[in-house]
């Protein structure tokens, strides 16, 4: 099996069309796309993207019978995802990945989306990493969004000590048939593994994927969400043990180059390309 992965690539356009190119040209069997695939910034518009863009980009993955698996990131809001659903139902090849097992011959693909708290406003699909999480500091009032427009969550701390943790949303994942042919695609990096670098140096990674993959030994897990991380820390991926964890990292917003990778899973060999914007 041939899979090209690609992450954060936040709803830009020609990113989608060359990794369709790639796909065909390299004859892939399978995409993954690691989340935050809507656009940044007008955030109540991400449905408009999913209507007019993204149904009609999958449809062209069905015509070639190329599979294609996605997920929503932290920057895709909450409220679209029962859209997101739908448009993938509408198709054999299309499938989401969130809290879900796809399976390809004998290799199982899980998704899992939820992130640790970061510090930035939109929490909709953040958690505390363990119950002894130590907050990063804040910016600005933490908001989570709804059919008529953000709700601020006012105290923010006490909110999120209801939600499950991203330990326990690890114990409700699907329990694969073979760990060792299974490959986890974590939105989240693992910490302590050099994925997870932010451009400040911080390590924002999670203790708690790190436990996971450490004490499940999957074939591969991959990762995105810290797009600087692989320029920062010259790492873009790692061994856990016998585990592969990719990272490929992202080029940022506003950037002319997209980062992807290319992985053979029967032979294990995996690269990392960067295409610039023709």
Same mark, same amino acid.
């Given at each position: 099996m041939k899979i090209l992965y690609v992450t954060d690539i936040h709803g830009i356009k020609w990113k989608y069309e060359q990794i369709y190119h790639?796909? &065909?040209?390299?004859?892939?069997d399978v995409v993954?796309?690691?989340?935050?695939? &809507?656009?940044? *910034?007008?955030?109540?518009?991400?449905?408009?993207?999913?209507? @007019?863009?993204l149904n009609n980009y999958f449809s062209k993955f069905e015509d070639v019978k190329i599979y294609y698996?996605?997920?929503m990131g932290n920057d895709d809001l909450l409220i679209f995802d029962d859209l997101f659903?739908?448009? $993938? @139902?509408?198709?054999?090849?299309?499938?989401?990945?969130?809290?879900?097992k796809f399976e390809f011959g004998k290799f199982e693909i899980i998704g899992m989306n939820w992130v640790t708290?970061?510090?930035?406003?939109?929490?909709d699909r953040a958690?505390?990493?363990?119950?002894?999480?130590?907050?990063?500091?804040?910016? *600005?009032?933490?908001?989570?969004?709804?059919?008529?427009?953000?709700?601020?969550?006012?105290?923010?701390?006490?909110?999120?000590e209801n939600l499950p943790t991203i330990e326990e949303e690890l114990k409700n994942l699907v329990i694969p048939d073979n760990m060792g042919n299974t490959i986890y695609v974590f939105h989240m990096?693992?910490?302590? &593994?050099g994925l997870d670098i932010c451009h400040d140096g911080r390590r924002v990674g999670s203790k708690a994927i790190y436990d996971f993959i450490k004490k499940r030994q999957p074939k591969i897990t991959l990762h995105g969400h810290i797009?600087?991380?692989?320029?920062?820390?010259?790492?873009?991926?790692?061994?856990?043990?016998?585990?592969? $964890?990719?990272?490929?990292?992202?080029?940022?917003? @506003?950037?002319?180059?997209?980062?992807? $990778?290319?992985?053979?899973?029967?032979?294990?060999?995996y690269k990392r390309f960067s295409l610039n914007k023709m």
């Amino acid at each position: 099996m041939k899979i090209l992965y690609v992450t954060d690539i936040h709803g830009i356009k020609w990113k989608y069309e060359q990794i369709y190119h790639k796909a &065909l040209s390299l004859k892939i069997d399978v995409v993954i796309n690691g989340g935050d695939m &809507l656009p940044f *910034g007008n955030f109540f518009k991400q449905d408009d993207f999913l209507i @007019n863009f993204l149904n009609n980009y999958f449809s062209k993955f069905e015509d070639v019978k190329i599979y294609y698996l996605g997920m929503m990131g932290n920057d895709d809001l909450l409220i679209f995802d029962d859209l997101f659903e739908e448009t $993938c @139902n509408r198709y054999h090849y299309i499938h989401s990945i969130a809290q879900k097992k796809f399976e390809f011959g004998k290799f199982e693909i899980i998704g899992m989306n939820w992130v640790t708290d970061l510090p930035f406003a939109l929490k909709d699909r953040a958690r505390k990493d363990t119950r002894n999480f130590v907050f990063p500091k804040q910016f *600005g009032e933490s908001v989570v969004s709804s059919p008529n427009g953000w709700i601020t969550i006012k105290d923010w701390y006490s909110y999120v000590e209801n939600l499950p943790t991203i330990e326990e949303e690890l114990k409700n994942l699907v329990i694969p048939d073979n760990m060792g042919n299974t490959i986890y695609v974590f939105h989240m990096p693992p910490i302590n &593994l050099g994925l997870d670098i932010c451009h400040d140096g911080r390590r924002v990674g999670s203790k708690a994927i790190y436990d996971f993959i450490k004490k499940r030994q999957p074939k591969i897990t991959l990762h995105g969400h810290i797009h600087e991380s692989p320029k920062v820390s010259g790492h873009w991926y790692s061994f856990l043990d016998k585990t592969l $964890c990719i990272q490929p990292g992202q080029s940022l917003f @506003n950037e002319k180059n997209m980062i992807y $990778c290319i992985i053979d899973i029967e032979k294990m060999n995996y690269k990392r390309f960067s295409l610039n914007k023709m």
